[in-house]
C-alpha cells in the first residue's frame, strides 16, 4: 500500500469504529418523552374553544371559495382528421402538431394569393413549411 491507501484505510476504521461506539454507547443524544401534558390552552394564550372556531370560520371561508362560478373557458373546436387544407379555418389548422397560429395563416395566406394546394409540392411554397415539415403534416390533411 502506498502512502495514499494508507490514510484512506486509517480513516475507514476510524469511521468504523466511531460509528460502533455511537451504536452501542450507553450516551442518547435523542431524549425520549416519557409523558406527554394536554392543556386547555395552548402556549399562545388561545383555547381550545377559539381554535375551533377559528378553524370553523375558516372552513366556511373555504367552503365559500368554492361555490364561486369559475370562468367560462373557450373550448376549441373537435378537430376530426384529416382535415382539407382547402377549406380548413386557422383554428382547424391549429389543431394539428406543429402548426402555430402564424403558422396557419401564413398556409391561408398562401391558399388565399395562389388558390388551393394540390400537393405536398404546394405545400412547401408556404415560408415556414419545409420537407420535414410538410412530411409530417401530410398525415393529417388532404388535398381536395
Same mark, same amino acid.
Given at each position: 500500500?502506498?502512502?495514499?491507501?494508507?490514510?484512506?484505510f486509517?480513516?475507514?476504521?476510524?469511521l468504523?469504529?466511531?460509528?460502533?461506539?455511537v451504536?452501542?454507547?450507553?450516551? +442518547?443524544p435523542?431524549?425520549? &418523552?416519557?409523558?406527554?401534558?394536554?392543556?386547555?390552552? +395552548?402556549?399562545?394564550? &388561545?383555547?381550545v374553544?377559539e381554535?375551533?372556531a377559528?378553524?370553523?370560520? +375558516?372552513?366556511?371561508?373555504?367552503?365559500?371559495?368554492d361555490?364561486?362560478?369559475?370562468?367560462?373557458r373557450?373550448?376549441?373546436?373537435?378537430?376530426h382528421?384529416?382535415i382539407?387544407i382547402?377549406?380548413?379555418?386557422?383554428?382547424e389548422?391549429?389543431? &394539428?402538431?406543429?402548426?402555430?397560429?402564424?403558422?396557419?395563416?401564413?398556409i391561408?395566406?398562401?391558399?388565399?394569393?395562389h388558390?388551393?394546394?394540390?400537393?405536398?409540392? +404546394?405545400?412547401?411554397?408556404?415560408?415556414?413549411?419545409?420537407?420535414?415539415?410538410?412530411?409530417?403534416?401530410?398525415?393529417? &390533411?388532404?388535398f381536395?
Amino acid at each position: 500500500m502506498n502512502g495514499a491507501e494508507k490514510k484512506v484505510f486509517i480513516l475507514a476504521i476510524f469511521l468504523l469504529g466511531l460509528g460502533a461506539l455511537v451504536r452501542y454507547s450507553p450516551w +442518547d443524544p435523542v431524549p425520549h &418523552i416519557e409523558s406527554f401534558e394536554y392543556a386547555e390552552n +395552548d402556549s399562545n394564550g &388561545i383555547g381550545v374553544q377559539e381554535m375551533k372556531a377559528f378553524a370553523s370560520s +375558516d372552513s366556511e371561508k373555504g367552503a365559500a371559495r368554492d361555490k364561486k362560478p369559475k370562468g367560462k373557458r373557450a373550448k376549441k373546436p373537435v378537430v376530426h382528421f384529416p382535415i382539407s387544407i382547402n377549406k380548413a379555418s386557422a383554428e382547424e389548422l391549429c389543431a &394539428i402538431k406543429g402548426v402555430g397560429p402564424k403558422l396557419a395563416e401564413k398556409i391561408i395566406e398562401y391558399r388565399n394569393a395562389h388558390g388551393a394546394f394540390s400537393g405536398a409540392k +404546394d405545400l412547401k411554397k408556404v415560408s415556414g413549411i419545409g420537407k420535414k415539415k410538410a412530411e409530417a403534416l401530410l398525415g393529417f &390533411i388532404v388535398f381536395d
